[in-house]
């Protein structure tokens, strides 16, 4: 007769991780300053030295309008990108050093350019269309490009999980013979029909942990990182997941899309205003000109920074929803508070993020916070 085996201990803060979490948020906070200062002094470069003199350049070189957007947008992006990135090593060297990454260098760098080819796969349509929508619709291209976002996001979402995911992380279908029937039960409690549950192989690239649900109509899908399937106990990896199920009964998916295209068409509105006012006050000969590109960038950018708080407020709430739904529907909010204090110590999730912080750019609610909701949850 064997002897049972005992309960696994309950998850605790590590101390130590908490304090190396509240160091490492220390850092990355440090270098927006810097980042700002410099995307701003290159705008600025490229606004007062670059703009006018390329375009005059481009202007008696090719005749082909096409050509002279696809240069000129195309090295003010490189520029942008070769500014910012000593920024991204340095993030990518510290993270290696706070054991976060396991990525080499080599491996990091060919994921830089696939991301660089991809975003030039989609981003190059993208501004053609968008600067044909100025030239033949000068009053009411804003509604046409919004409405070209959004078929663009519904289309990315449902394919990037079997195009571009794949790209950077491996998949292969999950079987388990106690674990799968419960997420396919409990996908099914919310209403989704997935096709299939799939591991993937996060432990390639890092070592925190992360479980979710992507895809629309035949490419969803159930995704646990190989990071949470070997160090979380069935509970707490179901908890994570009833959590994503959440998302899924509040149609946060489709939601999401929706406020996210609708601020979109409301930013390109007020950059049609600002372009049009820029035509008459400095005699462009249409928000196609290329020398209003930099009013362009400088109102949408301007209008991403005024928005960001609004938009990471709304997703806030979402976020809190879907806990209070996994703790009614997964295996309790015990478990999922297990799950948190998990994730927040491998993850080195910043216990202590300043409130100004959490306003501006968290999508999510600061984990300890999550945490103390789900342990008093849980109170009798």
Known sequence: ??????????????????????????????????????????????????????????????????????????????????????????????????????????????????GLLIGAIIGLPMLLILYHFLAAFPQTWWLWMGL?????????????????????????????????????????????????????????????????????GRTRRIVLGDTLLDEYRADEIVAVFAHEMGHQVHRDLGLGILVSSLVNVVGFLLAGLVMNWTVAEFGYSGPADLRAFPWLVLTLTGFGILTSPLLNGWSRSREWMADRYAYDHGPGSSAFADAMIRLSNQNLADPEPPAWMVWYSYSHPPVTERIRAAQAAGSP
Request: hydrophobic share 50%; proline share 7%; no cysteine.
């Open 148 to 216: 070209v976002y959004l078929l663009l996001t519904i289309l990315m979402t449902q394919l990037a999980p079997v195009l571009i995911m794949p790209l950077f992380l491996k998949f292969t279908p999950y079987e388990d013979d106690t674990l799968t029937p419960r997420l396919r039960a409990l996908a099914e409690a919310a209403g989704t029909q997935v096709k299939g549950v799939f591991r993937t192989d996060l432990s390639s690239k890092t070592t925190a942990a992360n479980a979710w649900l992507s895809g629309l």
């Open 1 to 114: 007769m064997s002897l049972p085996h005992p309960e696994p201990e309950r998850p605790q803060l590590d101390p130590e991780r908490m304090q190396i979490a509240r160091t490492y948020g220390r850092e990355r906070r440090r270098l927006l300053p810097l980042e700002i200062a410099l995307s701003a002094g290159a705008f600025l470069l490229w606004w007062d030295v670059i703009s006018n003199p390329l375009i005059a350049w481009l202007e008696s070189q090719t005749t082909g309008f096409d050509v002279q957007v696809i240069v000129y947008v195309g090295l003010f992006a490189a520029l942008m990108f070769v500014v910012n990135l000593p920024l991204d090593v340095y993030r990518h060297a510290r993270s290696v050093h706070y054991g976060l990454s396991v990525q080499s260098w080599r491996s990091w760098v060919v994921d830089l350019l696939k």
